[in-house]
């Protein structure tokens, strides 16, 4: 009799237990939820770049030769004028005096050649007058004009030769004031890509010894825009950006110009938006990559919802969401036009609400229009321990729980 009583106890707790889970589990579900916020939210439009510094010269060799001294560094200011390295000059120095004795035999040339000719004009004078009293032929006064021409021609060829000499001097010249590298303008020396001893070649092409960058307190991005974009950029937009150098500190700048070349990289567009930025801490350095956020438009005082409210598809069986719409092959509910949302219902049950969206951030979206106000909720998602199927087996009830 007490086994009997112990066995109806057990049994009665048992189905209790049993009872209270099932109405934990089939009850209202656990569900990740948002509010709709009033508040603003920024169109705009997503790039990478560059950051350049914004005026950098290149200062390379016009001639050719061995590096004999350099001095600067990387990081060394300098001023305009300033001489940053030297080409051994042995061998311009030669060049000049070879040319200034060059020039030294083109006057001497030039000074036989006028000699020449007053020789030539003076005999020439004298058989003309000379002719007339029988004195001399008229052949010999032929001869004697033919010699003052050719005089006068050897002359004009002699001062074009000076002419050629004395360029060639002012080249060899200008060739050994190129020996002293000096700098052109103002500023930090950002690369150095020589050392002293090396050889430089001057051919076609000029070879870079440094680079200056004119003034490191004012830089710019250069950002590339895709071509669905562009047409959105405009001068005078905010923009921020983030480095990797500094992932806490949001720095800001201004579009300043936007360029009509194209950039056609494996047939993927973009245009490149210069974007202007104060430095004045340095904290920015050239060549560091910027993401790039360039303002369009700012939406002030609107309702917005969360992206991944708009996300969201239930999973249960016989909700109200699918029945409130017509089901896909896959079970989820197709949306006739518009987009819908789940509001959190009184009853703790997801609700359908077609709602038309605008500009999106990528975390929130506008509502233009949509039966919510601020602080509705929002489902975003179901919790893991959510049941899709519906029924489970409570603690303790399964094949061999009671013997």
């Known amino acids: 009799m007490k086994k009997i009583v112990i066995g109806i106890v057990l049994a009665a707790v048992v189905a209790f237990a049993g009872t209270m889970y099932f109405k934990k589990d089939n009850g209202v579900p656990p569900y990740r939820t948002a509010k709709v916020e009033k508040g603003e939210i920024v169109d705009a439009i997503a790039a990478t770049g560059n950051i350049n510094a914004v005026t950098t010269v290149s200062v390379g ?21 300033q001489v940053i390295a030297l080409i051994d000059p042995r061998l311009l120095e030669a060049a000049v005096v070879q040319a200034r004795g060059s020039v030294d035999n083109a006057k001497a040339a030039l000074e036989r050649a006028q000699v020449g000719v007053i020789d030539t004009e003076r005999t020439n004078r004298r058989n ?3 002719v007339k009293d029988g004195f001399v032929a008229q052949s010999d006064v032929d001869s004697s004009q033919t010699a003052w021409e050719q005089a006068l021609a050897q002359k004009r060829s002699a001062e074009a030769a000076l002419q050629q000499t004395e360029g ?47 003034d490191l307190t004012k830089m710019q991005v250069d950002t590339n825009v895709d071509e669905s974009d562009i047409g959105r950029a405009a001068l005078g937009q905010t923009v921020t950006f983030t480095v990797d150098a500094w992932p806490e500190k949001t720095f800001t700048g201004e579009v300043a110009q936007v360029r009509n070349s194209p950039i056609v990289t494996q047939n993927v567009v973009t245009y490149n938006v210069v974007v202007r930025v104060d430095n004045r801490e340095l904290l ?10 360039i303002e369009v438009k700012k939406y002030r005082d609107i309702l917005k919802i969360p992206n991944a409210a708009l996300r969201y598809r239930p999973t249960a069986q016989g909700t109200e969401a699918e029945s409130a719409g017509k089901r896909q092959g896959n079970g989820k509910v197709k949306e006739a036009g518009g987009q819908r949302v789940y509001l959190l219902g009184k009853d703790g049950k997801p609700v359908p609400v077609r709602v038309k969206t605008g500009v999106s951030n990528g975390t929130f979206t506008v ?3 949509g039966d919510l106000k601020e602080g509705d909720l929002l489902v975003t998602g179901e919790s893991q321990g959510k049941k899709a199927g519906g029924s489970a087996t409570p603690p303790g009830m399964g094949m061999g729980g009671f013997r």
């Open 61 to 81: 060799s016009q001639v050719s030769g061995t590096i004999q001294q350099i001095f600067v560094d990387f990081n060394s200011r300098v001023r305009k004028g």
């Open 128 to 130: 003309r007058e000379l």
């Open 168 to 214: 060639a001097l002012r080249v060899a010249e200008t060739n050994l004031e190129y020996a002293t590298i000096r700098s052109p303008v103002d500023g930090i020396v950002i690369s150095r890509n020589v050392d002293a001893g090396q050889t430089v070649a001057a051919s076609f092409q000029t070879p870079t010894l440094f680079s200056i960058a004119q």
């Open 284 to 293: 920015l350095k050239p060549g560091m990559t910027a993401n790039v956020s």
């Open 367 to 369: 509502l233009e229009e």
